[in-house]
């Protein structure tokens, strides 16, 4: 049985937790591989909303196991905060797991994040503050704390007074900040060690076990892959990779074990925080598509960027990942445009350049080369085959598919669960 990994293709907020919950029912595992309570889903169920931070997609999914991995980094309090708010809601999160060697965002973490941006002036990155780079910079440097050193106190007192002998001289030297206390980050880590002992597992030795037993085991990536550390638009990233590879040193599931990689692609392109955006449209355009699309942040609460859809982008992602199918989403977002403009090359001092460049100071003054392809004005959110469609709302899909280099198996044509078309099954 296939072990599947879904990520976003553009610069993440493509619409993930849709496609997962699309697939939830026929997965006996939905993996998180990176990333903390920096990236955010919603998953509409019925006429229920779901806004999900750190936890799996598949958490709503009865008879699913939702998995953090080891690659992720945990903010403990975020985790119950949510945790509790679905029991509330009536779903049962009893089978979450959270491998042992997942790194705790500390409070220091979150400090650290926070002043640092602050100081950064107009060079800031446009993190979320949340405490993610300081963490992944701890595990780097190797003064990390970990899930299963809050099982250890003599280790955790260790590690935290570590981590902390550095940052104190940067808070109290550089940033004039007060002095972090060892014993008070301890005291408030170990509150943590009992609760989340019953999700605490060896998740490597289990998701190979579930493989080994033809499970279907899907990898859930956040942010997208134009925020990958090593492959997105750096410096303006995340601290993780959420693009495939990063789904197997963040799991401990080998690269042969991967069977499909599903890229979500938005039938248009957007972005949060700061870095280069070719097709950003700051006009009337640009504000429709905000508006229509809801495209606010599940997890920052800030506007997005938005422009028209970007084809090399979405090749780039092809590459990157080895992408085998693409789910389109928010197609119907684009209804009631005349012409809908699609990036198909860029301008760079004059050139014509089809691909991403790798220079960031090219891809910085890369100038849109853009086709219009006739637009729709009917409704499609009642679509249920591709042929439902009306013609121009296909053929704006084909172009995509031929533009992007691989099959769009999927096409999002509304919010809800079932407002969704399936071409090809994920799981062939």
């Known amino acids: 049985m296939p072990a599947l990994v879904l990520l976003g293709a553009q610069w ?17 595992y939905v993996v998180r591989y990176q990333g903390g309570n920096n990236a955010g889903h919603t998953v509409v169920v019925g006429d229920q909303k779901y806004a999900l931070h750190l936890l799996p997609s598949g958490i709503l ?38 491998s042992g060697n997942a790194h705790i965002i500390t409070p220091y973490n979150v400090t650290v994040d926070k002043v640092t941006e602050r100081f950064l002036g107009k060079r800031k990155i446009g993190t979320t503050g949340r405490g993610i780079g300081p963490t992944y910079a701890d595990k780097i440097n ?3 704390i970990r899930v299963q050193d809050l099982y250890d106190e003599s280790i955790l007192t260790q590690k935290v007074e570590a981590a902390l002998d550095g940052k104190n001289q940067l808070l109290t030297k550089v940033f004039n900040r007060r002095a972090i206390e060892t014993d ?6 170990l509150t943590y060690a009992e609760k989340l002992r019953p999700y605490v597992a060896d998740t490597v030795l ?51 074990k991967i069977s499909r990689v599903i890229g979500i692609l938005k039938a248009y392109t957007t972005r949060v925080g700061a870095g280069p955006f070719p097709t950003e449209l700051l006009d009337e355009d640009g504000e429709a598509l905000r508006r229509i699309g809801g495209e606010r942040g599940v997890t920052t609460g800030r506007d997005r960027r938005c422009g028209w859809f970007d084809a090399p982008i979405a090749r780039y992602a092809t590459r990157v990942n080895g992408v085998t199918d693409f789910f ?3 197609l119907d977002v684009l ?3 005349d012409e809908i403009p699609v990036c198909v090359a860029y301008e760079i001092d004059g050139r014509r350049v089809e691909e991403l460049p790798y220079s960031q100071t090219d891809f910085h003054h890369a100038k849109p080369i853009y086709e219009n392809l006739p637009g729709w004005s009917e409704d499609i959110t009642k679509a249920k085959t591709f042929a439902d469609l009306p013609k121009n709302a296909q053929a704006y899909v084909k172009a995509l598919e031929d533009m992007s280099g691989a099959p769009i198996s999927a096409i999002g044509v509304g919010p809800g669960r079932d407002e969704t078309i399936e071409i090809n099954s994920f799981l062939r």
């Open 206 to 256: 289990v998701l190979n076990k579930a493989l080994d037993d033809d499970k279907v085991v899907l990898f859930e990536g956040g942010q997208g892959t134009l925020l990958d550390i090593d492959h997105g638009t750096y410096p303006f990233v995340t601290s993780s990779n959420p693009t495939a590879g990063g789904a197997c040193t963040g799991s401990g599931v080998g690269p042969t």
């Open 142 to 144: 190797r003064v990390g």
């Open 184 to 189: 008070q980050i301890v005291e408030e880590l």
């Open 335 to 337: 209804t009631g445009w």
């Open 12 to 28: 993440g907020d493509e619409g993930k937790g849709k496609a997962t919950d699309l697939l939830g029912g026929s997965v006996d």
């Open 61 to 98: 999914s009865p008879g699913c196991t939702p998995v953090i991995g080891n690659g992720v980094v945990v903010d403990p309090s975020v985790l119950f905060s949510e945790l509790n708010g679905l029991n509330e809601r009536g779903v049962d999160t009893s089978k979450l797991l959270i």
């Open 328 to 330: 389109l989403t928010k």
